[in-house]
């Protein structure tokens, strides 16, 4: 299981390179604290600001969704339950 610092420095690659368009898969997280949340938000701007676009998939997990709404981060991010519709978002 990888911790929050690998999952960082992982976010960070993916959104300094170039636009890319990126799924976050959080169907399998359990918990996600407030520096999770914090590099999620942070990576999805720097994206967005290269034209690169972030969508997060949650498929059925209800704790993370609420955790994510309770932050406005779907105000943000778009937030998907359907893998499918995660792709067809982040290439929208």
């Known amino acids: ?3 929050m610092e690998e ?7 993916l959104t300094a390179i170039k636009p890319l368009p990126v799924i ?3 169907r399998e997280v359990s918990f996600l604290a407030s520096i999770g ?3 999620i938000i ?8 290269k034209g690169g ?5 949650l498929g059925g997990n209800e704790l993370v969704q609420a ?10 991010i778009p937030m998907v339950f359907d893998a499918d519709q995660a792709e067809r978002d982040v290439l929208a």
Request: aromatic letters at 0%.
């Open 67 to 76: 955790t994510l709404e309770s932050t406005g981060i779907d105000d943000v």
């Open 7 to 13: 999952i960082s420095l992982k976010l960070t690659s």
């Open 37 to 39: 949340i914090r590099s």
């Open 53 to 57: 676009r972030m969508v997060i998939l």
């Open 24 to 26: 976050l898969d959080l």
């Open 42 to 49: 942070s990576s999805a701007r720097a994206l967005d600001q």
């Open 1 to 3: 299981m990888l911790g």
